[in-house]
């Protein structure tokens, strides 16, 4: 498994930001490689990435959610994927958002990728995006504040 963890400060209150982060659907408009996100239930989602070339298709489960907390989840083949995006409120109107992000590199691409930290590139990258896209809207375009039990050991996804 390859592991990357980014941390960015967005001037939005926790809410705000947290709120954003249940809207998997628009994972596209700030993550390079998420073609799309299909929500298929409260907990799963359909996921098609396409990075260096290689098109993926995986379905998600959310196996921990906590309203203004945090949000996990992990592939349902429980090997090929995992994030977790953890939210911290730095004052009412600031908020320290943290992920980490697991996947099992397949092609020689992707091991290269993972190997020369492109991967840890695009997920800093992603990351401002991410910023700048909740910043400059101001506002979340939607909101799911339902919560999922963590299903595995602390701290784990």
Known sequence: METVEETI??????RTAYNQWTQFESFPEFMSGVESVTQLTDTTNHWVTKIAGVEREFDTEIIDQQPDE?????????KSHAGLVSFTPLDAGNTRVSVRF?????????????????????VK???RKFKSFIETRGTETGAWRGEVEDSGPTGQI
Do not use: Y
């Open 9 to 14: 400060d967005v001037a939005v209150p926790v």
């Open 125 to 127: 990258a992603d990351m």
């Open 102 to 122: 697991e996947w099992a590199p397949e092609t020689f691409s992707e091991k290269a990728g993972a190997a020369l930290n492109i991967d840890e590139i695009q």
């Open 70 to 78: 945090r949000i996990a989840w992990r592939s349902v083949d429980g």
